[in-house]
């Protein structure tokens, strides 16, 4: 690789940008502000249905999730991304002409592999660019700039969603299609820091010594996995259910888009103020603070039974963009870096099955409950969680924990720790 005359590689810097439009197109997500509409009234779901039918896209990513990553570190980051953009661009407009079950399935299978070749793939290509071009400090910054420009494209896709599915039904869906198209040509762009891949020989150990590395070696890094986990799961479940809450507190149906467009500029507004709020904070207060918020909103949504209960939901958005940055830039210190996707999708596939366990339960308990009682219900489950969570961070913590705006003291990962699960 060639460098400028300050001695970084142009491409790896242009790599920043690419990786910021990638994560537009990935979460441009046009459907998702009409999502729940779409199957109520095309496919005659419920929201049984509705739970189960993301169980179904959580089953493929569990199956695929770890193995993606475990390969992602040994063929590529940017081979993984452009496999996931090439599947869905395929899925999407399956999912707009769906009528049926098998066919959503069908749809949800292909975007849930995909996203399992994704998951851990950008935010450790972000990471090992900024190693290789000595600005590893930054990550935090860049997380949080990814986050925002996600939700940017997520927030100004829901503007116009309602249009669109006024217009067509499936436009939508061909909308986010041609996004994921001009993901695809972003990933072919991209460029593969130079780092120590592993092989594949004794793949067995390889995964028992990385399990071995979360379940016993560090309890750092276990600690913020679980925290990850709360508060990922907190913010999602009510991404399911908040378009028929709104619906059922007497929202017009044309409102729904700038109401998810509204939550997702909170998060991306969240995202970049992250690591300036918390950078030199402990995740033990990060996470204390952000389960907060989470209850607040949860209480919210439960106790007010008119309109602006809705309001209460942006305490959970702004929670997932305070919370993502910062705790992911602790976790990529803490994670091998020949491992790195393997690791972050092992987090990840633990969060699906704890969204497989969750789920379609909270979906039923809708259905048979309402959504005030059911509401009420997370806020103390949710809130016990993160309170566990922050203790076991602050157990795991070292005294005076790193700051997230200086360097860390070690070549790579974090105060020099190892380079492989084994080590």
């Not at 590689?9 to 197109?25: E, F, H, I, T, V």
């Not at 592993?198 to 979360?214: E, T």
């Not at 409950?369 to 059911?374: A, S």
Request: charge should be positive; aromatic fraction near 10%.
């Amino acid at each position: 690789m060639t460098v400028d005359g300050g001695g970084r590689d142009p491409r790896l810097q242009r790599n920043l940008a690419l990786l910021c439009g990638l994560r537009a197109m990935q979460m441009a997500l046009f459907p998702m502000a009409i999502l729940s509409v779409f199957l109520v009234r095309q496919v005659d779901f419920g929201v049984t249905e509705i739970m189960l039918l993301q169980g179904v896209f959580g089953v493929a990513m569990l199956v695929f999730e770890f193995p993606s990553g475990y390969l992602a570190d040994r063929i590529g980051y940017r081979r993984c991304l452009i496999i996931a953009f090439v599947l869905w661009t395929i899925a999407w407009p399956i999912y707009g002409y769906a009528t049926s079950w098998a066919q959503v399935a069908t749809a949800e299978l292909l975007l849930g592999v995909g996203m399992a070749m994704i998951s851990g793939c950008d935010s450790a290509l972000l990471y090992e660019t900024l190693i290789a071009d000595g600005r590893e400090q930054e990550f935090a910054r860049w997380s949080g700039r990814q986050t925002f420009w996600g939700q940017l494209a997520e927030g100004s896709a829901a503007l116009v969603a309602g249009l669109l599915f006024a217009i067509a039904v499936h436009l939508p869906f061909l909308a986010q299609g041609l996004a994921s198209a001009v993901g695809l040509v972003l990933a072919l762009a991209l460029v593969e820091p130079t780092r120590e891949r592993p092989g594949f020989g004794d793949s067995v150990a390889q995964i028992k010594s990385m399990l071995r590395h979360v379940a016993r070696d560090n309890p750092e890094l276990r600690a913020v996995f679980v925290a990850t986990i709360v508060l990922g799961l907190a913010s999602f479940v009510p991404v399911w259910t908040i378009q028929l809450y709104a619906v059922g507190a007497g929202m017009p149906e044309p409102w729904l888009g700038p109401m998810w467009a509204i939550a997702n500029f909170l998060v991306a507004i969240a995202a970049l103020l992250s690591h300036r709020l918390f950078g030199s904070r402990s995740a033990a207060l990060i996470t204390a603070v952000c389960t907060g918020l989470l209850v607040a909103g949860y209480l919210g949504l439960g106790l007010v039974h008119t309109l602006w209960g809705v309001g209460f939901y942006y305490c959970l958005t702004a929670m997932r963009g305070l919370q993502h940055p910062v705790l992911s830039h602790r976790e990529q210190r803490l994670v091998p870096s020949r491992d790195r996707a393997g690791f972050i999708s092992l987090r990840s596939m633990v969060f699906r099955l704890g969204f497989l366990a969750v789920g379609p339960a909270v979906g039923w308990a809708v259905d048979q409950r309402g959504q005030h009682d059911v509401m009420l219900a997370l806020a103390i489950g949710f809130g016990l969680a993160g309170l566990v969570a922050a203790w076991l961070l602050r157990r795991a913590e070292p005294a005076s924990p790193p700051t997230l705006l200086a360097p860390p003291t070690g070549p790579r990962g974090p105060a020099g720790g190892p380079r492989s699960a084994s080590g």
